[in-house]
């Protein structure tokens, strides 16, 4: 299995998939088949990670296709991604401790834990299964959602191992890996996020829903759930800011929203547009050659795409450290950028806040309508946001029911 990293791949695979998001993925989701067959998943996550296809496009697609009753279990998926993006937005501090916890493992491992941890992510455990996660992970870039649960459950309740390197090893290779999905996943799996609910991964479970490829033994038969310090209250949400009339602007666009057709720019408007990305910094060690591969070719497809569409701006790929040098050289004094959410990206645009401003410049940060109306809804658990999954499609003109 690859992913080719454009945009027309994405509304292609959509396009394909749209047959199976009714009933047939509510029966069939939870089977992982194995790599080579994923046709009961709709494998989009790479193309909505980077919003190279959107959310909106994926919901306004299966409902045309289906109407609002067959494909609800597939859109309820859909928004649990965009749940966990609003939670982490009003708990940005279980991202920095996770961030700060991973440093102090990695500077200070006892060496028992480091070749625990190197026999586990070279798939060295002599558990089949889990092994072989690790080699489709790192041959594939992508897991089915079960094998990712049973995996991270594997991981904190069987191998006993830190749940922070095993969430860092999914960011490392997942090419959809998303710090929100990511971190407050495997948080749920270690009890932490739904206090005291834990998921314990099972041979029985397994191998019914691999269908008996693997029935490992010798797994933790009980998941007691971690613990720790209490965490902040949620912050209010940021809000987003309304799209500039009648100023011109510079564009500057990072992997974490590259549908620059589904913005609403002004045309007009664009004097310039930047590309950046930010994937080395998703973990301590960067992120895996199959991350990078499609994050340069995103990015790639993206340029191309905006020539196109904006025939009179020119387009930039920019290193990080090189967008306030490209900056200085337009000229121009606002900056607009997609809202990035709370992780590396944010952090690396946090990083400049400074000197972009030393130049004179302001920047708006244009969050998205869809965001906008799910994320109230997304401070508790997921059924407070599931329940208004009608009211929010309503609100984005899409037919709810
Ligand atoms: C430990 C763990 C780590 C994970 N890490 C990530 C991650 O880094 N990035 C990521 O995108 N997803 C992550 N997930 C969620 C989920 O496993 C993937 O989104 C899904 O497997 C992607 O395959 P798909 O596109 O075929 O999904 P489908 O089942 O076809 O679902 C469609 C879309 O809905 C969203 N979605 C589906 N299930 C979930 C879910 N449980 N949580 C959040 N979004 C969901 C995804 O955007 C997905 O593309 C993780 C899950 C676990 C248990």
Redesign the pocket.
Known sequence: MTFEPTREAGLRQLRA?LPNAGRR?AEQ?NFDFGADK?DN?????????HRLVT?RE?AAAVLERHGPQAPFK?LQ?????T??KGWLEAHPDVWQRYRATLETLHHDMPSGLRKAVESATAGMTGIDAFDHWVHELNETG????HA??W??SIWVFTLRLPWEL??EF??HH?I????A??TL??R??AGLQTKGKT?LATADNISRYTEGRFAPQSLATRAVPLDEPPLAAARPLPLGDQLPRGEDFVLLLCEEDLGIETLGLDKARIRTIGLTSIEDRRTLAGASPGVKTFTQGALEDTAARSRALFPDAPVMLAKPDSLIDWLQSTGIKLLVTPYCPVGPAQEALDALRDEIERLGVRRLSIRRSWDSHAWPHAGKGFFQLGNNIPRILDAEGLPAG
Request: cysteine-free; overall charge positive.
């Open positions: 998939f993925y989701r994923r998943v709709s494998v989009l996550s790479p193309y909505l990670r959310e994926v597939f998926e859909v928004f649990w991604r749940y966990w992508y897991l089915h959602n990712r649960m995996f991270a095993g969430a999914f960011l997942l959809d890996g998303d710090p999905s990511n996943s495997w749920w799996v998921y």
